[in-house]
């Protein structure tokens, strides 16, 4: 992720409040924000060997569970 430096210097008759106001509107029209909160629940996509696995785990858990019904135990 690339970094984005916002500056805001203060003005002759400004005070802190405004230059925090002024800080603050420009940070989210430089869209740091939408951009970070966009990353912060992405998952990177699961390898191919992963889901093979997964998929067999769930082909062999169904199976037992099968079985096991057929036995009445379940």
């Given amino acids: 992720m690339s ?3 916002v500056q805001v210097t203060k003005n002759n008759n400004e005070n802190a409040v ?3 106001r002024r800080f603050s509107r420009v940070v989210q029209s430089s869209g740091v924000i939408k951009r970070v909160k966009t990353n912060r629940y992405l998952e990177r996509p699961q390898s191919k060997y992963v889901r093979k696995s997964q998929a067999l785990k ?3 858990k169904h199976a037992e569970t099968e079985r ?4 009445g135990k379940a």
């Avoid at 096991?68 to 036995?71: E, H, T």
């Fill in 3 to 5: 970094t984005t430096n």
């Fill in 18 to 20: 405004s230059l925090m």
């Fill in 58 to 60: 769930r082909l062999i």
């Fill in 68 to 71: 096991l019904k057929k036995l």
